[in-house]
């Protein structure tokens, strides 16, 4: 058994070392049996080494077709930026297409994000977020129309912390957000082009402006095959 677990954990480096000196993302790695053939192992060794680099997220299986190399997983620093901000500093370019655009009653949950009382109207904005086209987040943003005036109707493709910025000089400054583990629902999985029940990130934020007023609350999934959260963290002193 110990044996079968050091052959199959060499073969695994060897398969990181293949892939990191420049497979592309998405090519073909040999069949088990070949592999299994090339390394003298059995073909339980192999399923072992492809197991965990699934698991660490390098390859990715297709039922009938065979093991591909994944996509690099997309770091995301925790530091208050938007999608935007986040895609161009990684060399891609961002995107979004917006799904619906409405005037909704706050109600209490709302409400209480946002600071207005819950018969009080919010807009809602929902955008499929894209990284180099591909469909990486879906983004529901709940804002205060007194402070953004006709917003839902100037709503496109561009990053919406730069109309905020530039169409209603308003600038946030800090926000509070929390991040748990997820599935896709069905019809999430759907426009976000991914399986249905894959793991995702869901990941909520109350941004906040220089006085403390509620800029925006926003409820993203984020892809969890695509994405990886990078902390830079401090001991206490
Ligand atoms: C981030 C924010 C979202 C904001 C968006 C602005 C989270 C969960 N979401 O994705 O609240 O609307 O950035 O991005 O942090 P944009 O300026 O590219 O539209």
Redesign the pocket.
């Known amino acids: 058994m110990a044996e079968q677990h050091t052959k199959s954990e060499r073969l695994r480096r060897h398969l990181v070392d293949v892939i990191d000196q420049g497979l592309e993302p998405h090519s073909k790695l040999p069949t088990e049996r070949d592999l299994a053939v090339e390394f003298e192992v059995s073909r339980l060794t192999v399923r072992r080494a492809l197991d965990r680099l699934e698991h660490e997220g390098l390859v990715y299986r297709v039922q009938g077709a065979g093991t591909f190399v994944a996509a690099p997983r997309i770091t995301k620093s925790v530091e208050l930026t938007?999608?935007?901000e986040d895609m161009r500093t990684r060399g891609l370019e961002?995107g979004?297409s917006v799904l619906v655009t409405e005037t909704i009653p706050a109600g209490a949950r709302l409400g209480a994000k946002l600071r207005v009382s819950p018969s009080d109207d919010v807009f809602h904005i929902r955008r499929a977020r894209t990284a180099d086209g591909e469909p990486m987040a879906l983004?529901d943003?709940y804002l205060n129309p007194r402070l953004f005036p006709g917003l839902i109707d100037n709503v496109g493709g561009e990053?919406?912390?730069?109309i905020l910025e530039t169409e209603y000089g308003m600038r946030i400054e800090w926000a509070e957000?929390s991040v748990h583990a997820s599935v896709l629902e069905p019809e999430q999985a759907e426009l976000l082009d991914a399986p249905p029940f894959s793991p995702a990130f869901f990941?909520?934020?109350t941004?906040y402006d220089a006085q403390d007023r509620a800029v925006?609350y926003?409820e993203?999934t984020y892809r969890g095959d695509r994405y990886h959260y990078e902390f830079k963290i401090h001991r206490s002193r």
């Open positions: 938007s999608f935007s961002p979004s983004e943003s990053s919406l912390y730069r957000q990941v909520s934020r941004s925006e926003a993203s």
